[in-house]
C-alpha cells in the first residue's frame, strides 16, 4: 500500500504514525460570506464559529412522516446482505441503507429541494453535489453508538477528498430526543484536524460502517477539543435538521429507550472539491459510500 500522506505534501495527512497531532484547518468553514441563500449573515456567521447549525424544521412534520414511513418500508423489504445496506454489529437489523438518492423516488426528491442543496451551496461558495445519502436507523432498546470522529478524516484517507469544503445534513424523521441516541457534536472542533493513529485496513469499510476502529481521534485529542468547546446535541420534532461541516468532531450513544430513531443523512461536496485517489494509498471505496462520476 503506497501512503500518498505525508506532513510535506498533505495538510491534513493521518493514520501514519503512532502519535496523534492536533493540526489547525488550512481551509475557509464558509467559503463565500456574501453568497445568497437560505441563511442569513448571521447565521452564516453562526455556523462558521460553531461548526454547525440546528433548524427546528427544515421539512415539514408531514414530509418528514411520509418519508419515514417510505424508510421502514424500505428496511423491512431490502435484503440486509446487499453491499449498501449495513446491519447492526451484533444482529441482522438493518443500521444504514445508503445511495437513497439514486435508487428511491422519494428520496431522490427531497435531496434536490432548493431549501437544503441551497444552504450548502451558501455555505461552500460553490455549486454542490451529492458525495453520499443514507438513510440511518437507530432501533429501539439496542440501536449501537457511533464513537467520535471527523468524516472529513475518513473521507480524505479512504476516499481521496482533497479539502475540507463538504457539508453534512441530518434531517430527522422521527422524534429526536435527549433518550434515543440523538447527533452530538464539539462546538467549534471544525477549525482543528485531528492526525489519527495507525494504518488502514484494505476494505476497512466493511467493519468501519458497523464499528469504527481506525481513523479515531485519541481520547487526549478529544479533551482538548471538549475544554476549547463543548458538546451539544440539538433536539428537535420529525423534519428537524442539523448541518455540520465536514471537520465536526462528532458521535452518538446508543439508543436504549423504547423510541426508535430514524434520521436521513446527506453528505454534500463542493464541485471544486473533486475526490482524488484516497490519500491513505487503499483502494477507493465503492461508488454508494463516496460518489465518484
Ligand atoms: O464512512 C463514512 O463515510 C462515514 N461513516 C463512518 C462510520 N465514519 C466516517 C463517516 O462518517
Ligand atoms: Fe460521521
Redesign the pocket.
Known amino acids: 500500500m503506497s501512503q500518498r500522506s505525508s506532513l510535506d505534501t498533505d495538510p491534513y495527512a493521518s493514520r501514519f504514525s503512532n502519535s496523534w497531532k492536533l493540526a489547525s484547518r488550512q481551509d475557509p468553514v464558509v467559503w463565500d460570506m456574501d453568497a445568497s441563500g437560505p441563511l442569513s449573515r448571521q447565521q452564516l456567521l453562526d455556523f462558521e464559529a460553531r461548526g454547525y447549525s440546528a433548524f427546528p424544521q427544515l421539512v415539514s412534520a408531514n414530509r418528514a412522516r411520509s418519508l419515514l414511513a417510505e424508510a421502514r418500508h424500505l428496511q423491512s423489504s431490502l435484503d440486509p446482505h446487499l453491499d449498501h445496506v449495513i446491519s447492526e454489529p451484533t444482529s441482522q437489523e438493518i443500521r444504514s441503507i445508503f445511495r437513497v438518492h439514486e435508487d428511491n423516488a422519494y428520496f431522490a426528491k427531497v435531496c434536490r429541494d432548493e431549501s437544503i442543496v441551497g444552504i450548502a451551496r451558501q455555505i461552500l461558495g460553490s455549486e454542490v453535489y451529492l458525495h453520499?445519502s443514507r438513510i440511518n436507523f437507530k432501533p429501539a432498546f439496542q440501536g449501537k453508538e457511533?464513537f467520535w470522529?471527523s468524516?472529513f478524516e475518513?473521507?480524505h484517507m479512504e476516499d481521496g477528498m482533497p479539502r475540507m469544503r463538504a457539508v453534512s445534513i441530518s434531517i430527522s424523521l422521527t422524534e429526536n430526543n435527549e433518550f434515543n441516541g440523538p447527533l452530538m457534536l464539539v462546538r467549534g472542533s471544525h477549525k482543528s484536524y485531528v492526525r489519527c493513529v495507525g494504518e488502514t485496513p484494505d476494505e476497512h469499510?466493511r467493519s468501519?460502517?458497523k464499528k469504527?476502529e481506525y481513523?479515531v481521534p485519541s481520547r487526549e485529542a478529544l479533551h482538548l477539543l471538549v475544554e476549547q468547546g463543548e458538546i451539544v446535541a440539538p433536539k428537535g420534532g420529525p423534519g428537524s435538521a442539523v448541518m455540520f461541516d465536514c471537520n465536526t468532531m462528532h458521535a452518538s450513544v446508543g439508543n436504549l429507550s423504547p423510541y426508535p430513531r430514524t434520521n436521513l443523512f446527506l453528505v454534500f461536496n463542493s464541485v471544486d472539491n473533486p475526490l482524488e485517489a484516497p490519500f491513505g494509498g487503499t483502494e477507493p471505496r465503492p461508488r454508494f459510500?463516496?460518489y465518484r462520476p
Do not use: C, E, R
Request: charged letters at 10%; a negative charge.
Open positions: 453520499q457511533f470522529h468524516d475518513t473521507w469499510f468501519s460502517l469504527q481513523g459510500l463516496s
